[in-house]
């Protein structure tokens, strides 16, 4: 099995009057684990299927290592597809499930058997050929859905939510599955999901959708540190969210104008005075307690607290009436942050970020 | 039961159970055990005894026409036709006095006298019943698994409202409606006619009903629903993903249907044969109307001749066991071969 790219060269898809994906292109490197994250409705199922062949765009083209894909149904792609309530065949013994796309392509029985339980050995379920798909548990159907993918060699596996069915405790041992079943069979994967967490863990990179449209394309540690929209700042962890308006810009950093009065951010989209901002900063960011040389410093009172064992969540409101999420680490002398406590809260100017103003997470 | 005592109370309970039980008994089991009863037995009378009985009958048919006649009679003729009565009233007297009684004589034997000729249009009848199933199966496959998996929600309904309404219709009248298109002068023959392959006063009009065909062709319009509903509650519960899942794996529509789409409909099925066969093999009124003795008879119109003009309920009554336990042998048959349950049946 060999993983191929996949290309989209300006592919959009319209359902009459409704536009589900706006034009877009977009580059999933062979081999590689990719992500497209974004809420329900957002388009992302819409891509996959487009990818898988169940529907044509309504412009562009797709290229599967090279090859365009119009009018290629989607039996003859070298795509599998892997559903989001599995769609295992309840009727069938497991190993024939497995063995049913190279039953399509006319392999005799023994062969069919020989590779099914080969698969079944890679996704941990040697010996379980002979059950009812409804005799295993969630995590084992599952396995036996990839299996059952990649018995047809696909060069690309497409994943439509197919965790999301699962409890929290399986659903975080079946990322770390996922991910070891990829880079052992080496091929690329189209994951998708609405589930931050999920997409953060596993891919190598993520596409942020959001109304039809990609956000940003970006390795999960860029996409976290270096949000490129609004949307994508809220929607990918955890923001506190500062509107403003910028005073002075100069040396990639900005001074805006805020409720909590002028606060320093970076500023990677380069916004000129004048301009109508967002600054984001993270909850892990902000720091607790009198600090000197710090670019930006407000006070509060505690609101809100949660002990998480290492981790303290206080929600800090500041005299402006904003409320601020702060993650801090578990260092001892709690009792100083009590709820009531007046607190003093800062951040670098590096720290923040000032972003164009747009739609959030929370308005999707 | 303890559930229903529960939720309805003792007296509703006792209702619901006694009504089922009069229907049980009333309507099925006590029919089937009279005629069970029939077909066990026959009247037997030595011929001497047979002629007398014959005569005695006679003489009653006698006696009423000429009490017709007296009723008319006028003068002295009333007293003619009074003495001939009083005098054949006589007669029957001392007969019947001497007259044996036929006697009932339980056996087998209703069950084992079926003629060749008999036993052969039972075996084309089931033949026949098992065509009009197949047939009416390979027509509502595709509109059962078009209106359950492809239609959209609109158009599916539209399509069985379709199938529906013509049954609001009676089912005389839609056989009739077939009569009229097969017809020697029908529908189809004035169309071959108007493009001059026929020629109604050289009757060489295609003779559609003596064909076996017609028949086959309105029973599976008369029976098409049976088959149609079955099936497409089945179909309908079939997850689309798994036709997608088949297809993205490489399996063509046949495979698709073959492994997927028919093992899942497989109880629906099932239930339409059974129900498209018990209503073919058993029915009268279609072979009677369509084919008018103009092709082969049915083995439902035999039954009908030997209760109704042979008068023989008993042979009748064993033709009708026959063929009831043709059809049950009929029904394990299919729910062998489709490897279903009475329980999935009767979901």
Redesign the interface.
């Known amino acids: 099995m060999r993983g191929q790219n996949v290309e989209l060269v300006d592919v959009a898809m319209r359902f009459g009057a409704f536009t589900a994906v706006h034009p877009t292109d977009l580059v999933v490197e062979a081999g590689e684990f990719f992500s497209i994250l974004g809420p329900s409705g957002c388009g992302k199922t819409t891509i996959l299927r487009m990818v898988?062949?169940?529907l044509e765009p309504s412009q562009g083209e797709i290229r599967i290592g090279g090859t365009p894909m119009r009018g290629i149904?989607?039996?003859?792609r070298p795509?599998?597809?892997i559903?989001?309530?599995l769609?295992?065949?309840p009727?069938?013994p497991v190993w024939e499930n497995v063995a049913?796309?190279l039953?399509?392509?006319g392999v005799d029985k023994p062969t069919r058997r020989a590779r099914a339980e080969e698969l079944l050995r890679l996704v941990a379920l040697e010996g379980q050929g002979h059950k009812r798909p409804s005799e295993l548990s969630g995590g084992q159907r599952q396995r036996v859905a990839i299996a059952?993918?990649l018995?047809?060699e696909p060069a690309v596996l497409l994943l439509d939510e197919p965790l999301s069915a699962l409890d929290l405790k399986l659903r975080q041992h079946m990322r770390t599955e996922l991910r070891a079943i990829q880079r052992r069979v080496g091929i690329t994967f189209i994951y998708i999901t609405h589930d931050q967490g999920e997409a953060l863990t596993m891919s190598d990179r993520i596409a942020v959708m959001s109304q039809g449209r990609v956000e940003q394309v970006d390795t999960p540690d860029r996409l976290y540190a270096a949000p490129a929209t609004a949307f994508v700042a809220t929607f990918v962890g955890e923001n506190n969210l500062v509107r403003g308006r910028i005073t002075r810009a100069e040396n990639g950093l900005a001074l805006a104008d805020t409720p909590l009065g002028p606060l320093r951010a970076a500023n990677p989209h380069g916004l000129a005075a004048g301009a109508e901002a967002m600054l984001f900063v993270r909850p892990e960011r902000l720091q607790l307690g009198p600090a000197n040389g710090i670019d930006n410093r407000l006070a509060g009172t505690i609101a809100r607290r949660a002990l998480e064992g290492p981790y303290l969540h206080l929600a800090v409101a500041t005299a402006a009436g904003t409320e601020l999420l702060v993650h801090a680490t578990n260092r001892g002398g709690l009792d100083a942050w009590q709820v009531g406590a007046p607190v003093e809260v800062g951040f670098a100017a590096e720290e923040a970020m000032a972003l164009p103003t747009g739609p959030l997470a929370a308005d999707a | 039961m303890r559930s229903l005592v529960a939720t309805y109370g003792r007296g509703l309970t006792a209702l619901f159970c006694g009504l089922a039980l009069i229907w049980l008994l009333g309507l099925i089991v006590l029919p089937q055990l009279f005629m069970l009863e029939r077909s066990l037995w026959w009247q037997e009378q030595p011929a001497e005894a047979f002629a007398l009985t014959k005569r005695i009958d006679d003489l009653y048919n006698e006696v009423s026409l000429l009490e017709f006649d007296r009723r008319a009679a006028e003068g002295e003729e009333v007293a003619q036709l009074e003495a001939r009565i009083a005098a054949k009233r006589a007669e029957i007297a001392e007969l019947e006095a001497v007259e044996v009684a036929p006697v009932r004589v339980y056996g087998l034997a209703n069950y084992v006298k079926m003629s060749g000729l008999h036993f052969w249009i039972f075996v084309k009848t089931i033949f026949y019943a098992m065509l009009v199933t197949l047939l009416a199966l390979v027509v509502c496959y595709p509109i059962a698994f078009a209106a359950a998996q492809l239609a959209s929600p609109a158009n599916a309904a539209l399509l069985l409202l379709g199938l529906v309404v013509p049954y609001a219709i009676n089912e005389l009248l839609r056989v009739y409606a077939w009569l009229m298109i097969l017809d020697y002068q029908g529908v189809i023959n004035s169309f071959l006619a108007w493009l001059g392959l026929v020629d109604f006063e050289k009757r060489t009009w295609v003779p559609f009903l003596e064909y076996p065909g017609a028949v086959f062709v309105a029973m599976v319009y008369a029976y098409v629903l049976f088959m149609v509903f079955p099936m497409y509650n089945t179909m309908e519960t079939l997850d689309r993903n798994q036709l997608e899942a088949a297809r993205d794996l490489g399996a063509s529509t046949w495979r698709t249907h073959w492994r997927v789409v028919i093992p899942h409909a497989r109880p629906g099925i099932a239930v339409g044969c059974i129900m498209t066969f018990m209503l073919s093999a058993g029915s009268f009124a279609v072979p009677q109307i369509i084919s008018r003795g103009t092709g082969g008879d049915w083995f439902s119109q035999l039954i009908y001749r030997q209760f109704f003009e042979s008068f023989n309920w008993n042979v009748g009554a064993a033709y009708a066991f026959t063929l009831l336990l043709a059809c049950i042998v009929f029904i394990f048959l299919v729910m062998r071969l489709a490897g279903v349950g009475i329980r999935d049946i009767a979901k």
Do not use: C, D, H
């Open positions: 898988s062949g169940f149904p989607p039996n003859r795509t599998a597809l559903f989001q309530n769609a295992l065949f009727l069938m049913f796309g039953e399509a392509r059952r993918a018995a047809v």
